[in-house]
């Protein structure tokens, strides 16, 4: 399985790196922004994206909307510091399959990214 990891801050790639081998994910791309996102994808295929929302030159959002606008079925999940309800039903109508809240806990990301890919298998 290989997935693409979104965020700003390279530390927090790294956590995210290195959570995902609870998930048993060991091929992971990384990207800084949402314009590095979309080019990513559309150039390889990838089981999951795991988004940061708030970042410079391209929101997490606004890259969730073009990948999906380019016909990129990919799954999906947003995870930020954005925790309020409006916030996590914007994502899920642009396209997000998924949600999770920084800071979290490598055993909760390895299964909603379980949860995730489980959903879209079906």
Known sequence: MKALVVDDSETTRRILVRSLVKAEILSCDEAADGREAITACLNNEYDVVLMDWNMPNMSGLDAVKA????????????????????????????GANNYICKPFQPDVLAAKIKETLLKADT
Not at 68 to 82: C, D, F, L, N, Y
């Open 67 to 94: 990948i999906r606008s380019a016909g990129k079925q990919v799954p999906i999940i947003m995870v930020t510091t954005e925790s309020e309800k409006a916030r996590v039903v914007d994502a899920i109508k642009a």
